[in-house]
C-alpha cells in the first residue's frame, strides 16, 4: 500500500471512530505498519496536570498506557511540543533532552522522529516513531507523518472532549467535573437548559454510545425500521427492472439479506440485548463491517463498503424518524447543531429557545445576526464540541465569554444564574432610557433604529423606543417558506410590518441571499459564495423574482407612506442603474396601469462592497439615501470569511482599514448631501458606536436588544469627545490598540461586567 492509499485509510478509519482511545489505536497501528517501525505512540497533553501523557502505543507496552507522564519540556516529546515543529534524530539517546523509561519496555531506540499534533495554534500532543537501528527518517517519511497530525488534529480534538465528556456521564462515579467547550460569543447573555440537535445527519459515526433501560422496546424499533429498509429496497427494485442486469438486480436481494436475524440485523439485536440502544448498536456494527471490507484485498469488496455504509445510513434515518417522534420538547431549549441557519428556528418554539451554540459560523454569520434580534445567547464555532453527546444534556451557553458549559457543578450553576439575574437587573434598568431622545451632553442629536425581519421581534423593537427600522431583512420571510411567496402573500407580511411601525420609517432591503442566505428551496451551491452570486446580482437575474417583491412592497405602502426600499450588494453603477428602472417600471405599472394610490418611496443602496467605497459620490447622486453594511465591508476589505471560525479573530470592524473606509464613505456621503446610515452589527456594539458617532456618523441601526445599551453610552458622552477619541485612534495600527484605547477612554462610562462575563 501506498503512502496516498496509507492516508486515505487512516483518514477513513478515524472518522468512523467513536471514541478517542479508538482513534488513537488506529493511529498507531496504522502509521506504524506504514512506516515500518517498531513504536509508534501517542502523547496528549493533560492540562489537570499540565503534564504529555502516553496515551495509545504500537510496540512499547500496554500497561505503560496513562502511567508514563512527562512535564512540559520535558524529554524528546516534551521539546517536540515545546518547539511546535518536528524532531528528527537518528542517534536519538544522545540527544541532551533524551530520557529512558525502562518500565515500559523501551530498551534503547536509537531513532526518533516525533512530530507535533496542534489544532487552532494549540499543542494537543506528539506522534512518536522509534527504531532500535540508526535510522534517519527519510524527508517523504517526515512529509507523512505532518500530514497525518495536520490532517487529524480536529478529529483528535473532537474525539478528545468525547471522550471526557463520556467518562463524566458515567453512572454518577465520582466527582462531576464541568466540560467547557471554548466558541465564539456571537449574541450576549446567558441561556440555561436542554441541548436539542437540530436536523440530525444521518451520520453513523456521530452516533453517541447510548444505553437502555427497555432492550425489549428498542428491539422492536429497530425490527420496525428493517422492515421498512427492506421495503424501500424491494421497491427499488421492482422500479429498476428492465433498467438493470439480472446480476445488478441481484445486489437488492442481497441488501435485504445482509438485514435478517443471521446477519447484520442478529448481530445488532443481540448488542441491544446486551444493553446498547438502537441507534448506538446499529452504528458500531455497521462500522466495523465497513472497516473490515476497507481492508480488503479484492477492488470489488472493497467497493462494497460504500454500500454496507449505505445501507446503514438508510436504517439509521427510519431509527432517527422513531427518535424523534418521541417525548416532549424540553420546556427551556438549547439548539445545537453543526451548521445552524435561520431554518433550523421553524421547528423550535422560539419563546422556549433560551440559548444557541453552533460548530459553525461566527459572531456575524446570519444565524447571529438572527439570534441578536432576537435576545437569544449565542456562541458560534464551537468546533470543538460533540453535539451528538449533548443531546438532551443540560447546557449553560455563555455569550458574553462565548463559552458552553456541561455538567456544570452547582457552584458554577449558581454563579450564572446570579448573572442571569443582574442581566434582568440592567434591562430593566435600560427600559426607562426608552422615550429619552438620543441626545449627547453636547447636544448633538443621535438617530438610533432598529434592524428586524421576523414577527417575533417587533414587540422588541417597539419596545426599544426605536425612530424608525433602518433595516427589514425581507429574505428572512423568504427563507422560513417551502417555496417562493407569491407577491399576495408578500403583500401580506410586507403591510403587517409597515403598519406595525407607521408612521416611523421603514427600509426594506430587497431580497438579499446568496452567501450564507440560501433558501432551502433555491439552493446556491459555489466554491466562493461571498464572492459569487448574490444579493442584487441574482435579483437582477431573476427580474420575475424581483419584480415581484417591488409590487408587493409598493403595494403594501398603499396609504402608509411609510417605505423606504433599499438594494444590497451594489458593486457597480450599472447594478444600481438597471435595478432603479426595474423599480420605476413596477412603480408606472401599479399606479398608471393598476390604478393604485402610491406614492415612489425613497429609494437607497447599501454600501458594502470595496468597489462601492470609492463610488459613494456617483451611487449617492442616484439615490435618497445609503447604508453602510459593515458586516460584509469589514469581510471584503480584510478578506477574512466572517462564517469561519478558524480566522474569526481576523474579523474586526474596528481594523484601521475599516474606520479608514468608514471615513471616506461618510465624507463622500456629505458632499453630495445624500443621507447615510449604518446598519451592519457594528452599530449594535456600544464601543463601535461611538466610534461611529466619531467619524461622522448620525444614524445607527442595530438589533432592538442592542438599541437601548448604545442609547445608554450615548448619553454619557459628548460628539466633540468621540471626535477626538476616533482621531486618535486612527493613527494606531491595528484593530486590538484600537479596541483596547477605545475600551479604556469609555471604560468609566459603561457596566461594569460581572466576572463570569470578562
Same mark, same amino acid.
Given at each position: 500500500?501506498?503512502?496516498?492509499?496509507?492516508?486515505?485509510?487512516?483518514?477513513?478509519?478515524?472518522?468512523?471512530?467513536?471514541?478517542?482511545?479508538?482513534?488513537?489505536?488506529?493511529?498507531?497501528?496504522?502509521?506504524?505498519?506504514?512506516?515500518?517501525?517498531?513504536?509508534?505512540?501517542?502523547?496528549?497533553?493533560?492540562?489537570?496536570?499540565?503534564?504529555?501523557?502516553?496515551?495509545?502505543?504500537?510496540?512499547?507496552?500496554?500497561?505503560?498506557?496513562?502511567?508514563?507522564?512527562?512535564?512540559?519540556?520535558?524529554?524528546?516529546?516534551?521539546?517536540?511540543?515545546?518547539?511546535?515543529?518536528?524532531?528528527?534524530?537518528?542517534?536519538?539517546?544522545?540527544?541532551?533532552?533524551?530520557? =529512558? =523509561?525502562?518500565?515500559?519496555?523501551?530498551?534503547?531506540?536509537?531513532?526518533?522522529?516525533?512530530?507535533?499534533?496542534?489544532?487552532?495554534?494549540?499543542?494537543?500532543?506528539?506522534?512518536?516513531?522509534?527504531?532500535?537501528? @540508526?535510522?534517519?527518517?527519510?524527508?517523504?517519511?517526515?512529509? =507523512?507523518?505532518?500530514?497525518?497530525?495536520?490532517?487529524?488534529?480536529?478529529?483528535?480534538?473532537?474525539?478528545?472532549?468525547?471522550?471526557?465528556?463520556?467518562?463524566?456521564?458515567?453512572?454518577?462515579?465520582?466527582?462531576?467535573?464541568?466540560?467547557?467547550?471554548?466558541?465564539?460569543?456571537?449574541?450576549?447573555?446567558?441561556?440555561?437548559?436542554?441541548?436539542?440537535?437540530?436536523?440530525?445527519?444521518?451520520?453513523?459515526?456521530?452516533?453517541?454510545?447510548?444505553?437502555? @433501560?427497555?432492550?425489549?422496546?428498542?428491539?422492536?424499533?429497530?425490527?420496525?425500521?428493517?422492515?421498512?429498509?427492506?421495503?424501500?429496497?424491494?421497491?427499488?427494485?421492482?422500479?429498476?427492472?428492465?433498467?438493470?442486469?439480472?446480476?445488478?438486480?441481484?445486489?437488492?436481494?442481497? +441488501?435485504?439479506?445482509?438485514?435478517?436475524?443471521?446477519?447484520?440485523?442478529?448481530?445488532?439485536?443481540?448488542?441491544?440485548?446486551?444493553?446498547?440502544?438502537?441507534?448506538?448498536?446499529?452504528?458500531?456494527?455497521?462500522?466495523?463491517?465497513?472497516?473490515?471490507?476497507?481492508?480488503?484485498?479484492?477492488?470489488?469488496?472493497?467497493?462494497?463498503?460504500?454500500?454496507?455504509?449505505?445501507?446503514?445510513?438508510?436504517?439509521?434515518?427510519?431509527?432517527?424518524?422513531?427518535?424523534?417522534?418521541?417525548?416532549?420538547?424540553?420546556?427551556?431549549?438549547?439548539?445545537?447543531? @453543526?451548521?445552524?441557519?435561520?431554518?433550523?428556528?421553524?421547528?423550535?418554539?422560539?419563546?422556549?429557545?433560551?440559548?444557541?451554540?453552533?460548530?459553525?459560523?461566527?459572531?456575524?454569520?446570519?444565524?447571529?445576526?438572527?439570534?441578536?434580534?432576537?435576545?437569544?445567547?449565542?456562541?458560534?464555532?464551537?468546533?470543538? %464540541?460533540?453535539?451528538?453527546?449533548?443531546?438532551?444534556?443540560?447546557?449553560?451557553?455563555?455569550?458574553?465569554?462565548?463559552?458552553?458549559?456541561?455538567?456544570?457543578?452547582?457552584?458554577?450553576?449558581?454563579?450564572?444564574?446570579?448573572?442571569?439575574?443582574?442581566?434582568?437587573?440592567?434591562?430593566?434598568?435600560?427600559?426607562?432610557?426608552?422615550?429619552?431622545?438620543?441626545?449627547?451632553?453636547?447636544?448633538?442629536?443621535?438617530?438610533?433604529?432598529?434592524?428586524?425581519?421576523?414577527?417575533?421581534?417587533?414587540?422588541?423593537?417597539?419596545?426599544?423606543?426605536?425612530?424608525?427600522?433602518?433595516?427589514?431583512?425581507?429574505?428572512?420571510?423568504?427563507?422560513?417558506?417551502?417555496?417562493?411567496?407569491?407577491?399576495?402573500?408578500?403583500?401580506?407580511? +410586507?403591510?403587517?410590518?409597515?403598519?406595525? =411601525?407607521?408612521?416611523?420609517?421603514?427600509?426594506?432591503?430587497?431580497?438579499?441571499?446568496?452567501?450564507?442566505?440560501?433558501?432551502?428551496?433555491?439552493?446556491?451551491?459555489?466554491?466562493?459564495?461571498?464572492?459569487?452570486?448574490?444579493?442584487?446580482?441574482?435579483?437582477?437575474?431573476?427580474?420575475?423574482?424581483?419584480?415581484?417583491?417591488?409590487?408587493?412592497?409598493?403595494?403594501?405602502?398603499?396609504?402608509?407612506?411609510?417605505?423606504?426600499?433599499?438594494?444590497? %450588494?451594489?458593486?457597480?453603477?450599472?447594478?444600481?442603474?438597471?435595478?432603479?428602472?426595474?423599480?420605476?417600471?413596477?412603480?408606472? @405599472?401599479?399606479?398608471?396601469?393598476?390604478? +393604485?394610490?402610491?406614492?415612489?418611496?425613497?429609494?437607497?443602496?447599501?454600501?458594502?462592497?470595496?468597489?462601492?467605497?470609492?463610488?459613494?459620490?456617483?451611487?449617492?447622486?442616484?439615490?435618497?439615501?445609503?447604508?453602510?453594511?459593515?458586516?460584509?465591508?469589514?469581510?471584503?476589505?480584510?478578506?477574512?470569511?466572517?462564517?469561519?471560525?478558524?480566522?474569526?479573530?481576523?474579523?474586526?470592524?474596528?481594523?484601521?482599514?475599516?474606520?479608514?473606509?468608514?471615513?471616506?464613505?461618510?465624507?463622500?456621503?456629505?458632499?453630495?448631501?445624500?443621507?447615510?446610515?449604518?446598519?451592519?452589527?457594528?452599530?449594535?456594539?456600544?464601543?463601535?458606536?461611538?466610534?461611529?458617532?466619531?467619524?461622522?456618523?448620525?444614524?445607527?441601526?442595530?438589533?432592538?436588544?442592542?438599541?437601548?445599551?448604545?442609547?445608554?453610552?450615548?448619553?454619557?458622552?459628548?460628539?466633540?469627545?468621540?471626535?477626538?477619541?476616533?482621531?486618535?485612534?486612527?493613527?494606531?495600527?491595528?484593530?486590538?490598540?484600537?479596541?483596547?484605547?477605545?475600551?479604556?477612554?469609555?471604560?468609566?462610562?459603561?457596566?461594569?461586567?460581572?466576572?463570569?462575563?470578562?
Amino acid at each position: 500500500m501506498n503512502i496516498l492509499d496509507s492516508l486515505k485509510t487512516i483518514f477513513q478509519e478515524v472518522n468512523a471512530a467513536r471514541s478517542l482511545p479508538e482513534v488513537l489505536t488506529i493511529i498507531v497501528t496504522e502509521v506504524q505498519a506504514a512506516m515500518n517501525a517498531e513504536v509508534c505512540s501517542v502523547y496528549l497533553f493533560d492540562e489537570t496536570d499540565s503534564r504529555y501523557v502516553l496515551m495509545a502505543t504500537k510496540g512499547l507496552r500496554q500497561e505503560s498506557i496513562g502511567k508514563v507522564r512527562l512535564q512540559m519540556g520535558e524529554g524528546l516529546v516534551g521539546l517536540v511540543a515545546a518547539k511546535e515543529e518536528p524532531l528528527n534524530l537518528q542517534n536519538a539517546d544522545k540527544h541532551p533532552n533524551f530520557v =529512558f =523509561f525502562e518500565e515500559i519496555g523501551e530498551d534503547i531506540y536509537h531513532s526518533f522522529l516525533g512530530v507535533p499534533i496542534i489544532h487552532h495554534r494549540k499543542v494537543l500532543g506528539v506522534l512518536v516513531l522509534q527504531q532500535q537501528t @540508526e535510522r534517519r527518517f527519510a524527508a517523504e517519511e517526515e512529509a =507523512f507523518m505532518v500530514t497525518v497530525c495536520a490532517q487529524l488534529s480536529g478529529a483528535i480534538a473532537h474525539a478528545e472532549a468525547t471522550g471526557a465528556l463520556s467518562k463524566l456521564a458515567s453512572a454518577g462515579r465520582g466527582k462531576s467535573k464541568e466540560a467547557i467547550f471554548h466558541g465564539i460569543a456571537s449574541s450576549p447573555g446567558v441561556g440555561i437548559g436542554r441541548a436539542v440537535l437540530a436536523q440530525q445527519t444521518m451520520d453513523l459515526a456521530s452516533v453517541p454510545e447510548r444505553y437502555t @433501560e427497555n432492550p425489549e422496546a428498542e428491539v422492536a424499533v429497530f425490527r420496525e425500521a428493517l422492515k421498512s429498509v427492506k421495503q424501500d429496497m424491494r421497491d427499488l427494485g421492482v422500479g429498476l427492472e428492465g433498467k438493470l442486469s439480472s446480476e445488478e438486480l441481484a445486489l437488492f436481494n442481497v +441488501y435485504i439479506s445482509m438485514l435478517d436475524d443471521d446477519s447484520l440485523g442478529g448481530e445488532v439485536i443481540n448488542a441491544i440485548q446486551m444493553g446498547q440502544t438502537a441507534q448506538s448498536a446499529w452504528s458500531s456494527v455497521i462500522l466495523k463491517h465497513v472497516r473490515t471490507f476497507r481492508h480488503m484485498e479484492d477492488p470489488y469488496l472493497r467497493e462494497r463498503a460504500s454500500d454496507v455504509e449505505g445501507l446503514g445510513k438508510r436504517v439509521l434515518g427510519y431509527l432517527q424518524q422513531t427518535s424523534e417522534k418521541k417525548g416532549p420538547l424540553p420546556k427551556r431549549i438549547v439548539l445545537i447543531g @453543526e451548521d445552524l441557519s435561520a431554518t433550523a428556528l421553524a421547528d423550535i418554539p422560539v419563546e422556549r429557545l433560551v440559548g444557541i451554540v453552533s460548530l459553525k459560523g461566527a459572531s456575524n454569520s446570519h444565524m447571529a445576526i438572527v439570534a441578536r434580534a432576537l435576545g437569544i445567547p449565542t456562541v458560534m464555532g464551537a468546533l470543538d %464540541m460533540p453535539c451528538a453527546e449533548l443531546e438532551g444534556k443540560e447546557l449553560i451557553v455563555d455569550g458574553f465569554s462565548g463559552n458552553v458549559i456541561s455538567q456544570a457543578t452547582r457552584t458554577l450553576k449558581r454563579d450564572y444564574v446570579q448573572r442571569q439575574r443582574e442581566e434582568q437587573i440592567i434591562i430593566k434598568d435600560l427600559q426607562k432610557l426608552r422615550d429619552v431622545p438620543c441626545k449627547t451632553t453636547d447636544g448633538f442629536d443621535f438617530a438610533l433604529w432598529v434592524n428586524t425581519g421576523l414577527r417575533n421581534d417587533n414587540v422588541q423593537s417597539l419596545r426599544s423606543g426605536a425612530a424608525a427600522v433602518g433595516l427589514f431583512r425581507t429574505e428572512i420571510p423568504f427563507i422560513l417558506r417551502s417555496s417562493f411567496p407569491t407577491e399576495d402573500e408578500q403583500v401580506a407580511v +410586507y403591510r403587517e410590518h409597515l403598519e406595525t =411601525f407607521a408612521p416611523r420609517p421603514v427600509t426594506m432591503r430587497t431580497l438579499d441571499i446568496g452567501g450564507d442566505k440560501d433558501l432551502p428551496y433555491f439552493p446556491i451551491e459555489e466554491e466562493n459564495p461571498f464572492l459569487g452570486w448574490r444579493g442584487i446580482r441574482i435579483s437582477l437575474d431573476h427580474p420575475e423574482i424581483f419584480l415581484v417583491q417591488i409590487r408587493a412592497l409598493l403595494r403594501a405602502s398603499e396609504g402608509l407612506n411609510n417605505l423606504k426600499i433599499m438594494l444590497p %450588494m451594489i458593486s457597480n453603477l450599472s447594478e444600481l442603474d438597471a435595478a432603479l428602472a426595474l423599480i420605476h417600471r413596477a412603480y408606472r @405599472e401599479l399606479t398608471e396601469e393598476e390604478n +393604485y394610490n402610491l406614492k415612489l418611496p425613497p429609494l437607497g443602496a447599501m454600501i458594502e462592497v470595496p468597489a462601492a467605497v470609492y463610488q459613494v459620490k456617483e451611487i449617492g447622486s442616484r439615490v435618497d439615501f445609503m447604508s453602510v453594511g459593515t458586516n460584509d465591508l469589514t469581510q471584503y476589505l480584510l478578506a477574512v470569511d466572517r462564517n469561519n471560525p478558524r480566522v474569526a479573530e481576523i474579523y474586526d470592524s474596528l481594523h484601521p482599514s475599516v474606520l479608514r473606509a468608514l471615513k471616506s464613505i461618510q465624507e463622500q456621503a456629505v458632499s453630495v448631501d445624500c443621507e447615510l446610515s449604518v446598519c451592519g452589527e457594528m452599530a449594535g456594539d456600544p464601543v463601535s458606536a461611538v466610534v461611529l458617532m466619531g467619524l461622522g456618523y448620525k444614524n445607527l441601526s442595530m438589533s432592538a436588544s442592542s438599541l437601548l445599551r448604545v442609547k445608554s453610552l450615548m448619553l454619557k458622552v459628548s460628539r466633540e469627545m468621540a471626535e477626538d477619541w476616533v482621531d486618535e485612534a486612527l493613527c494606531l495600527s491595528d484593530a486590538a490598540s484600537v479596541g483596547r484605547y477605545m475600551s479604556e477612554a469609555l471604560a468609566p462610562y459603561t457596566f461594569k461586567q460581572s466576572k463570569l462575563a470578562s
